[in-house]
């Protein structure tokens, strides 16, 4: 098993090289935006011992740059919010006064350089100027500051090669942790809109992208607005797959040459993010909405889930164990100097 990418790319790569020549591994697909862009900056010692399938390198950093997305959504014929490249804190908060808050707060890319390591940020919504003071320096100079949209948070996930869509699906998130704005909790697949595939497709020109990926959109009646790209693998893949569309399925095939059925996810499928449901159950107990907590209790039908399978009860009970460290280290450093740290990095990143 191959180190962390974050703490040295050239390491890394080097342990995927031996994997790849010790056994008959015929493709490499990537699960996180660090894991990608170490591969794609040292692609030449991997290539010849297994496929990689990515397209040229600064395509790669292309996908991965959030102001980037903005410019290439807008060409495609999406929306997209309105959005300033801050260089200081004092710009960012000027910004964010400007827009009013709360705003969206972006790193540059989600993966960037510090210390000869890398950190990973993902966006963070923030709610007035204390947050924004307290997050500035974990993002620096050149972070992004972004106008809040109001609509319905969807997903649209494919595989793109040839210039088209292989294999896709769309779903609407139902909750995300934290509810303010986050990772996906609980979501249902949809039905596309009428030209919306197009428009996709015609995105993913704009940017060059071939593989899988997931584009997250804020729907507002017919407008979407593209706000992320994961150029990558994602936490509800699972989703997209159970409702008719296996994404990773359809890469392989094209990559090794095998012939593929193009596929649409069915609608009607749900997922579940076990243990951000749980805490969103928590908070809703806690402020007192009682019903709203007690319809998270509905049995669903077509239901997936990120970690628990009757069949496989292993990876559910590794989950727990690690919220319960997670949960202990943190009752630990409560009153430790790191604390507002460690506060910070729950809200960034969940358990």
Known sequence: MAGDPREDEARFVEELRDIARAASYQLLVT??????????????????????????????ERCVS????????????????????????????????????????KPPSTVRTVNGGSVQRPSMVVQGDAALEALWPEYGAHSLVQ???????????????????????????GRTWPPEGGAVSFAETISPPAGLEQRVENLIGVLGWKGV????????????????????????????????APLS???????????????EARAGYRYRWEDAEARNLWRRLQEGRLRSALSMLRPRRRMTRSFFRPTDPGPLAARLLLLLTHL????????????????????????
């Not at 660090?34 to 790669?60: D, K, Y």
């Not at 959005?83 to 400007?98: F, I, L, Y």
Request: glycine share 10%.
């Open 31 to 60: 699960g996180s935006d660090a894991s990608l862009l170490a591969v794609s900056r040292h692609r030449e010692r991997l290539e010849g011992l297994i496929e990689l399938g990515l397209p040229p390198a600064q395509v790669v």
């Open 66 to 105: 959030k102001r980037a997305l903005g410019d290439a959504a807008i060409e495609a014929g999406f929306a997209a919010p309105e959005t300033e490249v801050c260089a200081d804190e004092a710009e960012a908060r000027a910004v964010a006064r400007r827009f009013g808050y709360p705003v969206v707060l």
């Open 147 to 173: 106008r809040c949209l109001g609509g319905d948070v969807v997903s649209f996930s494919g595989v793109a090669a040839d210039g088209r869509l292989l294999a896709y699906g769309m779903s609407r998130y």
């Open 213 to 244: 990926f997931e584009l997250e959109l804020v729907q507002s009646g017919t407008r979407f607005a593209a706000i992320d790209f994961n150029p990558r693998l994602f936490g509800s893949l699972e989703l997209i797959t159970r409702a008719g």
């Open 249 to 263: 399925t359809a890469w392989c095939d094209w990559v090794l040459g095998f012939e593929s059925v193009a596929s």
């Open 328 to 351: 202990f280290r943190r009752s630990h450093s409560r009153f430790a100097p790191i604390a507002l740290d460690g506060r910070l990095k729950e809200a960034r990143n969940g358990p």
